[in-house]
């Protein structure tokens, strides 16, 4: 039977905690930038100018169609070495930027559809009131549409948020410490591999249940 | 910029000499294919009877599968995987702990993949399925009672056959999910699709040619996959009960 010894968590909290807030800072800046961005996307790709939209639909069924693993690995080995070859300059440890940008980007086209049928659940009728009170369409989007479109979408979006927190484990690829980086090389530092694998999925386990539960809670009550 | 394409590469000799680059390629596209499909099918098999289970009246089958679901879902996959990997062939009883870390680590790889990616999978299954069932209203399983059929005869002959047709878009999504998540098993070293990118990047010198390969051959497979299951919707429309698109 197998032995456990949770003795080498304790001492190792200050290098988990350093990890958490890198998983922290790529969530965060995933969101941010991913929601922003996801929303330009969206409304490019209901826009009348089929250029835009045709493009803004390519953007995002690419990046929906390949791994994260992939997007992550291209934005570390190939898009830093292109932009070095172009503009010159030494590469230093791109790591953290680089995935900072991969997670952003790829998010984006996740949020962007959440953010689309968000759009597209307003009544046509409501676009049409505001064009009708003399509005532009910048306003019609950012005074009468979207303020609406992102009520409904709130839950969706945060549950694919839980989801992003999830994937950031995947930084592990590029070497990057974040909390489950950490704590595997904890692991394997003071050979409780076991103990800190479990100790890491425990937590996660903690953070989505009750973030997923918070959720839930929220979409009874906007119900 | 100063960068020499050379899409022959892909025709040149690996170090060792005994293929080519190519053939690197297609193993590592045989491995995900071949992931991807048993992990699909074991998560289609405990999806199918785990949404069920969250459907029945029983208390301890919808206590059971809702364990299940909330554990597989809320821990991240690559966490899951290494799991799988690293823990789980400490804590089984010692022989079997043995025989797998024994076995060949192409084998130890594929195993862990597999039972990872098709227990995770199936959780996404179940949510599915209930959903599909739930979808059906109580008219159903009623019906089906009252013709004196018993509960499994009437999940059998009524409510699965419906469910399935109605969850068969976001089933596709699913299975699409399951070969990109496939690409989490390079972190055991498996040598699947994006495994043998990393590969070709560090054994030649055109990192563009083997990233644009392989990220195309991912669309190839999501293409295909996208392709088959739509004329399978189309074969398997209830017909006058949703309007699809």
Not at chain 1, 62 to 83: E, G
Not at chain 1, 98 to 111: C, E, K, M, R, T
Not at chain 1, 203 to 222: G, T
Not at chain 2, 220 to 243: A, D, I, K, S, W
Request: glycine letters at 8%.
């Amino acid at each position: 039977m197998y032995e456990f010894d949770w003795s080498s968590i304790p001492g190792a909290l200050p290098y988990l905690a350093h990890g958490a807030i890198i998983t922290l800072e790529i969530t965060f800046t995933a969101i941010v930038v991913g929601i922003i961005w996801g929303t330009l996307l969206a409304v490019a790709r209901l826009s009348s100018i089929t250029i835009l939209a045709r493009l803004a639909a390519l953007y995002v069924n690419l990046f929906r169609s390949i791994p994260l693993v992939m997007v992550i690995l291209w934005f570390f080995l190939i898009v830093p070495q292109a932009i070095q070859s172009l503009f010159g300059g030494a590469i230093q440890d791109i790591r953290l930027p680089s995935a900072l940008v991969a997670y952003s980007l790829f998010q984006a086209a996740y949020y962007s559809e959440i953010i689309r049928a968000g759009i597209q659940s307003v009544p046509k009728g409501q676009a049409s009131a505001a064009y009708a009170l003399g509005m532009s369409y910048g306003q019609v989007m950012r005074l009468v549409v979207l303020p609406q479109a992102f009520r409904n979408m709130v839950p969706l979006l945060l549950t694919q948020s839980i989801i992003l927190f999830q994937d950031t484990a995947l930084v592990y690829v590029i070497g990057l410490g974040d909390f489950f980086g950490t704590a595997q090389r904890v692991g394997e530092r003071d050979g409780r591999i076991v103990e800190l694998l479990l100790f890491a999925g425990a937590v996660y386990f903690v953070i989505c249940s009750a973030s997923s539960y918070v959720v839930k809670r929220l979409q009874e009550r906007a119900a | 910029m100063h960068y020499h394409w050379n899409w022959s590469i892909f025709f040149s000799r690996v170090p060792s000499g005994e293929t080519t680059y190519l053939t690197w390629l297609l193993v590592g596209l045989q491995w995900t294919v071949a992931l991807s499909l048993v992990s699909w099918i074991t998560a289609l098999v405990i999806g199918t009877v785990l949404g069920v289970f969250r459907t029945t009246p029983n208390r301890w089958l919808r206590g059971f599968a809702t364990g299940y679901v909330a554990i597989f879902r809320n821990i991240p996959l690559l966490v899951q995987l290494f799991i799988w990997y690293f823990v789980i062939p400490e804590l089984v009883p010692q022989r079997l702990g043995d025989w797998f870390k024994q076995t060949n680590p192409l084998a130890q790889e594929f195993i862990a993949s597999w039972l990872c990616l098709g227990l995770f999978t199936a959780a996404r299954v179940t949510e599915q399925v209930r959903a599909g069932i739930n979808s059906l209203g109580p008219g159903q399983k009623g019906a089906g009672l009252a013709m004196g059929l018993s509960l499994p005869q009437t999940y059998r002959y009524v409510l699965l056959p419906m469910a399935f047709r109605i969850i068969l878009p976001p089933l596709t999504s699913e299975f699409l999910n399951t070969i990109k998540n496939s690409a989490v098993a390079t972190t055991v070293g498996l040598v699947e699709l994006s495994r043998q990118a990393q590969q070709l990047v560090d054994y030649t010198a055109q990192p563009y040619e083997a990233f644009i390969a392989v990220t195309a051959l991912y669309l190839v497979l999501n293409g295909l996959v996208m392709f088959f299951m739509h004329v399978l919707e189309r074969r398997t429309r209830v017909p006058g009960y949703m309007v699809s698109r």
